[in-house]
């Protein structure tokens, strides 16, 4: 795994103080109830072509604040968006805040986390 720079450790301690967080756990709950919600895998292309969450809708970090407004218009749409890891969902989770999002999570341990508690994968 690559080692992360301090100052974007910085940005993301920061856009974390700022937004709300899931468990894995928490959204495999939301999952198995049938929670109504929208999963975001925030990943590069690259990454999500090689597995994701089951459901989840592809807007990469790149373009996630060019094309949500037109994928999901309403902001109050709970969007629970993931990472490999919980950093670059973190930072896409403050900018749609900021954008009038209101229901917003970013899951901490992102596909990484998902993948090696051996929960389920579609490719």
């Excluded at 937004?19 to 975001?40: H, P, S, Y």
Aim: charged share 30%; hydrophobic share 40%; net charge neutral.
């Amino acid at each position: 795994m690559a080692q992360h720079s301090p100052r974007f450790l910085q940005l993301v301690a920061e856009a974390r103080r700022r937004i709300r967080e899931l468990t894995i756990a928490d959204v495999q709950a939301k999952l198995q109830r049938g929670d109504r919600f929208v999963l975001v895998d925030v990943r590069e292309e690259s990454e999500c072509a090689a597995g994701r969450l089951p459901g989840a809708v592809h807007l990469s970090k790149g373009i996630i604040e060019r094309d949500i407004e037109k994928r999901f218009p309403d902001l109050d749409t709970e969007l629970v968006l993931y990472c490999g890891g919980g950093y670059r969902s973190a930072l896409a989770a403050d900018n749609l805040q900021k954008m009038g999002y209101t229901n917003v999570w970013s899951m901490d341990g992102g596909f990484r986390g998902w993948r090696d508690a051996g929960l389920p994968v579609e490719s």
